[in-house]
């Protein structure tokens, strides 16, 4: 009888460790409306810099150019993503994978268009790992990981977030 009362103490303590602290979704990116004169304008700017590029005999520019235009009116009629992410006691799992939070430096809340909770990764060529959070939920966020790693002072919107915005993406 003992041993039953053992078990199921341990089977519920993991069965905590397994549930989630706190979980949210959102998109990775602002759905833009493009009308017919921001597609028209993108594939002159491509014919003019692919007609430079052939005059001047530059063919494998020329071919780039024309690469970068069709992957510019691509990308740009892409959906947005939308990311699930999830606290745990003793990590993140965001977009179905887990990180543990030894595996992470510190973290920060990027303010622009979305805001975002960056997580820094250790390591020599460390990266970001970015989790796109509605502000409401961001003070609740924030309580959780300041449990476990320190935060970084308040930055603004990245670059490539910015860029994106400015090219409508």
């Known amino acids: 009888m003992a041993e039953e009362n053992t078990k199921n103490k341990t089977e519920a303590k993991s069965s905590d460790q397994t549930k989630p602290l706190y979980t949210w979704a959102m998109a990775d990116s602002v759905v833009r409306k493009k009308d017919s004169f921001y597609y028209f304008a993108v594939i002159v700017a491509g014919l003019v810099v692919m007609t430079i590029l052939a ?15 069709f992957m510019f009116t691509s990308i740009t009629q892409s959906k947005p993503k939308n990311i ?5 006691e003793k990590g993140v799992v965001v977009e179905g994978k887990a990180y543990d939070f030894t595996s992470f430096k510190s973290f920060w809340i990027a303010v622009g268009e979305i805001t975002k909770v960056k997580l820094q990764t250790n390591g020599m060529f460390a990266g970001q790992i970015s989790m796109p959070i509605k502000d409401d939920e961001v003070e609740k966020v924030r309580a959780l ?3 476990h790693l320190p935060e970084e002072q308040l930055k603004g919107e990245d670059l490539t ?9």
Do not use: K, M
């Not at 520019?61 to 690469?67: D, P, Q, Y």
């Not at 699930?84 to 745990?88: C, G, I, K, T, V």
């Not at 977030?161 to 993406?169: G, H, K, V």
């Open 145 to 147: 990981l300041s449990a």
């Open 161 to 169: 977030d910015t860029i994106n915005r400015w090219l409508r993406f």
């Open 84 to 88: 699930e992410s999830a606290l745990f």
């Open 55 to 69: 005059l001047q005999s530059i063919w494998s520019g020329a071919i780039l150019a024309a690469v970068a235009t």
